[in-house]
C-alpha cells in the first residue's frame, strides 16, 4: 500500500517566490495547487503547468479559499498586495487586503484542518532600525512602514490561532530575496531593476548616498527553506531566512558591474524615511532546526539571475 502523497496549496504561486516554491514542492514528491487572481499570468509555472492543479480566486473571497482549502495538507502563504516603500502612503488598504484576508484565510484553514500553514514574513522589515547585526529572531520588532507592521500582525494571529484552534504554523522572515522569476520591472527588488536597467542603458536610481546594506538571498535557497518549514518539527516557529552577509547598494553595482561587464550610470536621489541603514539577518536558528542555510552567495546568484534574465527577457519584464 503506497503513502499519501502530501498536497501543499500555494497562495500567490505564480509570482517570483511562489512560482519557486512550487517546483521545489513538486521536485520533493508534493501535490500542488496554486491558486493566485485571474489576472495572473501563468508563465512563470508553464513548464511544470501540467503537473499542478490551479484555482482563480479572490484572496478577500472567504468562499473562493474555502474551495482552494479544500484536500490541502499544508498552505504556503505569499499573498501580498503593497510594498514597503508604498504602504505607508495607503494603510486602510495594506490592512484590508494583507492581514483582514489572512485572518479569514486562517478561519478556512481551522475548518478544514490544514496542518501547517507556513506564511512569508519581511525579515527586512519588521526588526525596524537594528540595534545589533546580525539581527536574531529575538531582536526587538520596531517596524518603519505599515507593510512591515502588517506582516507582524499576521505572525501575531498566527500564534492566536494555534493558541485558540490548534493550528500550527511556521513563519520565515525573508531577507531580500533575488533570482529567477523576478520582475525585472516595478518598484520593488533592487537586483533585478539595477539588471534590467543596465542591460537597457538606462540610468539607476540610488536613494541615498548607497550605503544602505543589505542581506540578498537567493530565490533557489528561500524556495528550500519554505519546503523545510512544511515538516520542521523544533519548538520554533519564527526563523530568519538570510545569507548573514550584507551588501551595500554600492557594492551590489560594483558586483553587478563585474557579472554584466557593464558599468552602470547611477544617479543619487534623497534617502527614504522607510529605508533603514542597514538589514542582515542571522539564520543561525534555521540552520540549527530546519538544517537549511543558504547555499548561493551574492556573486553565484547574480551569474545565475544575470543568465536567465537574458533567457527569459521577455517573461522577466512583462508585467505580473
Given at each position: ?189 533592487a537586483v533585478g531593476i539595477f539588471l534590467a536597467r543596465v542591460s537597457e542603458g538606462q540610468t539607476i536610481t540610488i536613494w541615498g548616498d548607497g550605503s544602505v546594506t543589505r542581506d540578498y538571498v ?74 537549511w542555510r543558504a547555499e548561493t552567495d551574492c556573486d553565484m546568484g547574480l551569474r545565475k539571475t544575470w543568465s536567465w534574465f537574458f533567457e527569459n527577457k521577455a517573461k522577466a519584464t512583462a508585467a505580473y
Open positions: 500500500m503506497h503513502k499519501r502523497q502530501s498536497s501543499c496549496l500555494v497562495l500567490g504561486g505564480c509570482g517570483f517566490i511562489g512560482s519557486n516554491v512550487v517546483e521545489h514542492l513538486l521536485d520533493e514528491g508534493y501535490r500542488v495547487r496554486v491558486f493566485d487572481t485571474p489576472s495572473a499570468s501563468r508563465a512563470n509555472l508553464a513548464a511544470v503547468e501540467s503537473q499542478i492543479d490551479f484555482i482563480k480566486g479572490d484572496f478577500l473571497n472567504e468562499a473562493d479559499l474555502d474551495g482552494a482549502m479544500r484536500g490541502m495538507d499544508f498552505v504556503v502563504h505569499l499573498v501580498g498586495t503593497t510594498l514597503p516603500a508604498n504602504s505607508n502612503h495607503r494603510p486602510v488598504y495594506d490592512i484590508e487586503s494583507n492581514l483582514l484576508g489572512t485572518i479569514s484565510l486562517l478561519q478556512v484553514s481551522v475548518r478544514h484542518k490544514v496542518r501547517r500553514v507556513v506564511f512569508a514574513s519581511s525579515g527586512g522589515t519588521v526588526y525596524g532600525e537594528p540595534r545589533e547585526v546580525p539581527i536574531t529572531e529575538e531582536h526587538p520588532t520596531d517596524p518603519l512602514c505599515s507593510y512591515g507592521i502588517a506582516k507582524l500582525a499576521i505572525e501575531k494571529y498566527l500564534r492566536l490561532f494555534q493558541h485558540l484552534h490548534g493550528l500550527d504554523y511556521t513563519v520565515l522572515r525573508i531577507s531580500n530575496p533575488y533570482g529567477k522569476y523576478q520582475k525585472f520591472t516595478g518598484e520593488q527588488g537567493y530565490v533557489g535557497d528561500v524556495a528550500r527553506a519554505f519546503v523545510k518549514a512544511l515538516t520542521q518539527d523544533s519548538a520554533y516557529r519564527v526563523f530568519n531566512i538570510g545569507t548573514g552577509v550584507g551588501t551595500s547598494l554600492r557594492g551590489l553595482l560594483g558586483k553587478i558591474e563585474r557579472v554584466t561587464g557593464i558599468t552602470p550610470v547611477v544617479v543619487f536621489s534623497e534617502g527614504r524615511p522607510v529605508d533603514v541603514s542597514t538589514n542582515i539577518l542571522d539564520s543561525t536558528r534555521a540552520s540549527k532546526y530546519m538544517n
